[in-house]
């Protein structure tokens, strides 16, 4: 089975994260919560508390399959702080595992230099972040092993693209069916 982190911080974008811990679950990957605070319970931006699976400190990341940061202020700057979690970011970077990022997130991996040359796109407004990257405006790109989105409204494309990009697009496209998502 297919296992991805999520990880999760004080002021994380509630909807970015907990859609793609939905949708992967929905298709029988294990999404785990993770906290990278050491706390068992994360509180979004919006004051919404969310029970973690793991914390950091325990979790082994040699059984992921993909690292994805959800945005959010000011999650994504805590996330950015976080040692351990970039440390891991860059190790799978440059083995080719999957990383993913969403809305201000995309933001960690321009400032770690992982898009440089590559499509890449964050949100609105914070484009100067993705430094050396190609800045495109689509929902979600995938360039190498990089995965990015925009923001809140482009978190099921996102879900369903980490989903596609650990099953099949088959298994994406009749998740997105049975969601009712239409691009």
Known sequence: MKRAGIFFTEGFE???ALTVVDLLRRAGIEALCVSTTGSMEATGSHK???AMDESIDALDFGSLDII???GGMPGTKNLEKCVKLTDNIKE???SGKLIAAICAA???FGHMGL???KKACIYPGMEDELIGAEVVYDKVVKADNVIT??????????GLKIVELLTDKKTADDLGAKIVYSE
């Open 149 to 158: 989105s925009r923001g809140m409204g482009t978190a099921i494309a996102f």
């Open 106 to 108: 995309p933001m960690i």
């Open 115 to 117: 898009v440089k040359d």
């Open 48 to 50: 919404i508390k969310v």
């Open 68 to 70: 994805v940061c959800p």
């Open 92 to 94: 799978f970077y440059n």
């Open 14 to 16: 509630e909807i970015e």
